[in-house]
């Protein structure tokens, strides 16, 4: 996902990058994981000694330090039932996760010694509000304490001396390296609008303390504490923060902001997911390995000790804090193999990655923005919008191409605004962002599009600026990014808009168009037979794109968006529209099918056929076969909900015809008139710039079958009302949307 490296503002350069800087990886991990419920035979001898090591309670957690490397080590609950083992690490640390609440004792594997009784607590038992008060947190490198006594690393930008303050402070919390003190990215940025910045690595990653694991539970409650604790600063304003991040960072204030942190007013989740395993991990049930699983490979390289380059500089320069907190790093689990030990959604690993899951506790203001396209997170989060049922307000932007356009010129003005309402409260002023707009534009897109800094609030009171903000339509959809009129292809501006004030957007309607014989496409058609094609996943590249991380984003990429070859896939295509269209939210692949093989993997595309031939990319689904259930109280006509749970699994019956959904992910994009829509089903690869998947399919032969008992169909929800401009962009012009010619 999205990282932060250097931005200058005076210099007027920046470089942000996609993956993160690799890490020293000649640690190893020789310690065996915590197991949990072993067999109940260990017992306190009557003349046990007190034990030489540490045991530290926490969030569902005991931490041992101090042990002898290679030491078994046993937890006993009051009764003295034993909950959880390990080997102590080389480091002389041991772990316990997802220990339930209560009073427990750390024993040596034959009694011999134990620890006094060590109190797991859950999230929801909460500090003093003395314990934020007494921290000092002041400008520069520093550290947070959270509730278990963890220090989180942080590095504390202010716009001007902390005699002029208090100021307007927002926070980024990750695991990439938002508190390297030379990574000024986001503070400069957001120092350049007014705002302290506060970068803080989470536990297990820089030069924070603990060990590391994808967003679970003591994440969540570190990141309540850091608001906390940052908001009782005397530089403060009003004693409350905002949140800020893109990608890694925005996925993380979801979670942050589920907490409830009472100094938390506002947040900006952008480039985010709705739910780790369908939108990204396993979209369709397929393994992700062309994003999903190389990034948690780099976060996990990155959670080593020194992992981040900068840390083992900070450490060597003196700062003892940093060095003491990589010795629970050998206690890091190994998430690449877990991700291959469960291709089905489990709740215990699941839910705690979800934010789904958590989304309907948060309480304060969100502006959220996103890709349709985006080619790391995916583009399937505007699925979670239904499931902010608490927040006072939801302000939403979506748009064509790719991970980073919420930081585009047509995306931040809003962002900006929507910040210094509910952060800073005051009549927003956007004359700096041309400041921000050039670097960013050099920087990310390789060119500059012009900024909106227009003060359109301008002369209203703070009260009335709000009250206008909120009366607008909170949902805007920007079309056509990349073929903004007057600028060069791909600039990173979008060419028209649309607000709307509900979504799903109340005028769309579900339009069913059926596949037919002869490749046919049409709502109504008399449809008889099936068209076969081979799954051949070798017949086209695994993806169109194959430049760096970083170079997608730019103006001048280059696609090499190559058809499938002439009988693997069936392709359905239908006649000119007489009218203009707009397809707008997410849709939904309909089919009977059969299969030679038990298993297939399948991937439904939508493409538009331009008058001149020319064919651009809309939008993709995916879908193994043998996940095809649905959960009922989820899916509507438009968007198909899998369980993707292991008990629900079932295998094809070769040759047997066979209803599946697939979920095509939502995106927004006009059909003129005289253009086609094009339906192209087969084996997963090909239509993506960084995905790629581990498909089954190997050669099976797999049939749509389109008959009168069989009416297989893509429904799509289609608006007609809104004001298309007229002329199609240039082909390659729409940015994260390939184009080939004819």
Same mark, same amino acid.
């Given at each position: 996902m999205?990282? *932060?490296?250097?931005f200058?503002?005076?210099?007027?350069?920046?470089?942000?990058?996609?993956?993160?800087?690799?890490?020293?990886?000649?640690?190893? @991990?020789s310690?065996?994981?915590?197991?949990?419920?072993?067999?109940?035979t260990? $017992?306190?001898?009557?003349?046990a000694?007190?034990? @030489?090591?540490? =045991?530290?309670?926490?969030v569902?957690?005991?931490?041992?330090?101090?042990?002898v490397?290679?030491d078994?080590?046993?937890?006993?609950?009051?009764?003295?039932?034993?909950?959880?083992?390990?080997?102590? @690490?080389? &480091?002389?640390?041991? +772990?316990?996760?997802?220990?339930?609440?209560?009073?427990?004792?750390?024993?040596?594997a034959?009694?011999?010694?134990?620890?006094?009784?060590?109190?797991v607590?859950?999230?929801?038992?909460?500090?003093?509000?003395?314990?934020?008060?007494?921290?000092?947190?002041?400008?520069?490198?520093?550290?947070?304490?959270?509730?278990?006594?963890t220090l989180?690393?942080a &590095?504390?930008?202010? #716009?001007?001396?902390?005699? &002029?303050?208090?100021?307007?402070?927002?926070?980024?919390?990750?695991?990439?390296?938002?508190?390297?003190?030379? &990574?000024?990215t986001?503070?400069?940025?957001? *120092?350049?609008?007014?705002?302290?910045?506060?970068?803080? *690595?989470?536990?297990?990653?820089?030069?924070?303390g603990?060990?590391y694991?994808?967003?679970?539970?003591?994440q969540?409650?570190?990141g309540?504490?850091?608001i906390e604790?940052?908001?009782?600063?005397?530089w403060?304003?009003?004693?409350?923060v905002?949140?800020?991040?893109?990608?890694?960072?925005?996925?993380?204030?979801?979670?942050?902001?589920?907490t409830?942190?009472?100094?938390?007013?506002a947040?900006?989740?952008?480039?985010?997911?709705?739910?780790?395993?369908?939108?990204?991990?396993?979209?369709?049930?397929?393994? !992700?390995?062309?994003?999903?699983?190389?990034?948690?490979?780099?976060?996990?390289?990155?959670?080593?000790?020194?992992?981040?380059?900068?840390?083992?500089?900070?450490?060597?320069?003196?700062d003892?804090?940093?060095?003491?907190?990589?010795?629970?790093?050998?206690?890091?689990?190994?998430?690449?193999?877990?991700?291959?030990?469960?291709?089905?959604?489990?709740?215990?690993?699941?839910?705690?990655?979800?934010?789904?899951?958590?989304v309907?506790?948060?309480?304060?203001?969100?502006?959220?923005?996103?890709?349709?396209?985006?080619e790391?997170t995916?583009?399937?989060?505007?699925?979670?919008?239904?499931?902010?049922?608490?927040?006072?307000?939801l302000?939403? $932007?979506?748009? !064509?191409?790719?991970?980073?356009?919420?930081?585009?010129?047509?995306?931040?003005p809003?962002?900006?605004?929507?910040l210094?309402l509910?952060?800073?409260?005051?009549?927003?002023?956007l004359?700096?962002?041309?400041?921000? =707009?050039?670097?960013?534009?050099?920087?990310?897109?390789g060119?500059?599009?012009?900024?909106?800094?227009?003060?359109?609030?301008?002369?209203?009171?703070?009260?009335?600026?709000?009250?206008?903000f909120?009366? %607008?339509?909170?949902y805007v959809?920007?079309?056509?990014?990349?073929?903004?009129?007057?600028?060069?292809?791909?600039?990173p501006?979008?060419r028209?808009?649309?607000?709307?004030?509900?979504?799903?957007? =109340?005028?769309? $309607?579900?339009?069913?168009?059926?596949?037919? @014989?002869?490749?046919?496409l049409?709502?109504?058609?008399?449809?008889?037979?099936?068209?076969?094609?081979?799954?051949? #996943?070798?017949?086209?590249? %695994?993806?169109?794109?194959?430049?760096?991380?970083?170079?997608?984003?730019?103006?001048?990429?280059?696609?090499?968006?190559?058809?499938?070859?002439?009988?693997?896939a069936a392709?359905?295509?239908?006649?000119?529209?007489?009218?203009?269209?707009?397809?707008?939210?997410?849709?939904?692949?309909?089919?009977?099918?059969?299969?030679?093989?038990?298993?297939?993997?399948?991937?439904?595309?939508?493409? %538009?056929?331009?008058p001149?031939?020319?064919?651009?990319?809309i939008?993709?689904?995916?879908?193994?076969?043998?996940?095809r259930?649905?959960?009922?109280?989820?899916?509507?006509?438009?968007?198909?909900?899998h369980?993707h749970?292991?008990?629900? =699994?079932?295998?094809?019956?070769?040759?047997?015809?066979?209803?599946?959904?697939v979920d095509?992910?939502?995106?927004?994009?006009?059909?003129?008139?005289?253009?086609? +829509?094009?339906?192209?089903?087969?084996?997963?690869?090909? !239509?993506?710039?960084?995905?790629?998947?581990?498909?089954?399919?190997?050669?099976?032969?797999?049939s749509?079958?389109?008959?009168?008992?069989? #009416?297989?169909?893509?429904?799509?929800p289609i608006?007609r009302?809104?004001?298309?401009p007229?002329g199609?962009?240039?082909?390659?012009?729409?940015?994260?949307q390939?184009?080939?010619?004819?």
């Open positions: 999205f990282r *932060n490296s250097r200058t503002v005076l210099a007027l350069v920046s470089t942000l990058l996609a993956t993160s800087c690799g890490g020293d990886d000649s640690s190893s @991990d310690s065996m994981p915590a197991t949990t419920a072993p067999a109940p260990t $017992t306190i001898a009557a003349d000694a007190p034990a @030489d090591f540490d =045991a530290t309670p926490g569902r957690q005991i931490t041992v330090t101090g042990a490397a290679a078994e080590l046993i937890v006993l609950d009051t009764s003295g039932a034993e909950v959880a083992s390990g080997l102590v @690490d080389d &480091n002389g640390a041991l +772990l316990f996760r997802r220990v339930e609440p209560g009073d427990y004792r750390v024993v040596t034959d009694g011999s010694a134990a620890t006094p009784v060590v109190t607590y859950g999230a929801d038992e909460l500090p003093e509000q003395s314990f934020y008060d007494e921290q000092v947190i002041g400008e520069g490198f520093g550290y947070v304490e959270v509730r278990d006594g989180l690393s &590095n504390v930008m202010l #716009p001007g001396p902390a005699a &002029n303050g208090p100021y307007p402070t927002v926070v980024e919390y990750s695991g990439y390296s938002p508190s390297d003190p030379s &990574n000024t986001f503070g400069l940025l957001f *120092n350049t609008l007014g705002y302290a910045y506060v970068g803080v *690595n989470m536990r297990g990653t820089g030069c924070s603990g060990s694991r994808f967003f679970e539970e003591a969540l409650v570190d309540y504490d850091v604790a940052i908001a009782a600063q005397d403060v304003l009003d004693n409350e905002g949140m800020v991040g893109i990608s890694y960072p925005g996925i993380s204030q979801l979670f942050v902001a589920s409830q942190p009472p100094s938390l007013v947040i900006t989740p952008i480039s985010v997911l709705d739910d780790s395993y369908r939108s990204t991990l396993y979209p369709g049930g397929i393994l !992700n390995t062309g994003f999903a699983v190389s990034w948690t490979a780099e976060r996990m390289q990155e959670s080593q000790m020194y992992g981040q380059e900068w840390t083992k500089k900070q450490a060597d320069e003196g003892e804090v940093c060095a003491e907190n990589q010795m629970l790093r050998l206690q890091n689990p190994d998430l690449t193999a877990e991700i291959d030990d469960n291709p089905f959604y489990t709740a215990d690993i699941g839910d705690e990655i979800n934010p789904l899951m958590f309907p506790k948060i309480d304060v203001p969100v502006f959220m923005a996103g890709a349709w396209q985006d790391q995916g583009g399937h989060f505007p699925a979670m919008i239904d499931d902010f049922t608490s927040v006072p307000h302000y939403v $932007t979506m748009v !064509n191409g790719l991970h980073t356009e919420s930081l585009s010129p047509s995306v931040f809003r962002m900006a605004e929507f210094s509910y952060v800073a409260k005051k009549t927003p002023d004359s700096v962002l041309p400041l921000i =707009a050039g670097p960013l534009g050099a920087g990310l897109y060119t500059v599009a012009p900024i909106d800094s227009t003060n359109r609030f301008e002369g209203l009171s703070y009260e009335d600026a709000l009250a206008a909120e009366n %607008e339509d909170p959809v920007l079309f056509e990014q990349g073929a903004a009129d007057g600028l060069d292809p791909a600039s501006a979008a028209w808009s649309a607000s709307f004030d509900s979504w799903p957007v =109340a005028s769309a $309607t579900a339009i069913r168009y059926l596949l037919g @014989d002869g490749g046919r049409g709502e109504e058609l008399a449809t008889t037979g099936e068209t076969s094609y081979v799954a051949d #996943p070798t017949a086209v590249p %695994e993806t169109f794109y194959e430049g760096s991380g970083s170079g997608i984003w730019r103006a001048d990429v280059q696609y090499d968006w190559v058809r499938n070859p002439e009988g693997t392709v359905f295509t239908s006649d000119p529209f007489t009218d203009d269209a707009v397809i707008l939210g997410p849709g939904s692949a309909d089919l009977w099918i059969t299969s030679s093989a038990e298993d297939t993997d399948l991937e439904v595309t939508l493409s %538009e056929i331009r001149d031939g020319s064919e651009v990319y939008q993709s689904g995916w879908l193994r076969a043998s996940h259930v649905l959960d009922d109280s989820k899916s509507t006509e438009l968007q198909p909900v369980t749970i292991a008990a629900d =699994a079932v295998e094809l019956a070769p040759g047997e015809i066979t209803a599946v959904r095509i992910f939502p995106v927004a994009h006009p059909i003129r008139s005289g253009s086609r +829509l094009r339906v192209t089903i087969d084996a997963p690869g090909g !239509n993506r710039g960084v995905w790629k998947f581990r498909t089954l399919s190997a050669g099976e032969s797999v749509i079958v389109h008959d009168a008992e069989h #009416p297989s169909a893509v429904v799509l608006v009302d809104l004001p298309v007229p199609v962009p240039a082909c390659g012009a729409l940015r994260g390939p184009c080939r010619p004819s």
